[in-house]
Nanobody, 120 residues
């Protein structure tokens, strides 16, 4: 099994920063990538960023490029999402997820989510 635990959410004002963490454990070695997704009230879940296990290749949604950075600390089994220049439209529950294959493939395990609220 795989366990993913997010932390680091909170409330900030526009322009502020937060760093989310996703601690992973279990059989994560069978997967090839870790991603961050978010879901705002009344909206569908959307992709935010992802990183591959092998080469730390990254991919971002256009809405967060230049503001968010995904990274990984292998020794701590943790993936981070550094979020800068936050906007009210970034308000959502943020989830980390992992799965096999490339960026376009499935994400099979999900964390419980952490709330991010950005006020204007």
């Amino acid at each position: 099994q795989v366990q993913l635990v997010e932390s680091g959410g909170g409330s900030v004002q526009t322009g502020g920063s937060l760093r989310l963490s996703c601690a992973y454990s279990g059989r994560t070695f069978v997967f090839t990538k870790m991603g961050w997704f978010r879901q705002a009230p009344g909206k569908e879940r959307e992709f935010v960023a992802a990183i591959t296990w092998n080469y730390d290749t990254t991919r971002y949604a256009d809405s967060v490029k230049g503001r968010f950075t995904i990274s990984r600390n292998r020794s701590k089994n943790t993936v981070y999402l550094q979020m800068n220049s936050l906007k009210p439209e970034d308000t959502a529950v943020y989830y980390c997820a992992t799965g096999p294959g490339d960026f376009g493939s499935s994400y099979d395990y999900w964390g419980q989510g952490t709330q991010v609220t950005v006020s204007s």
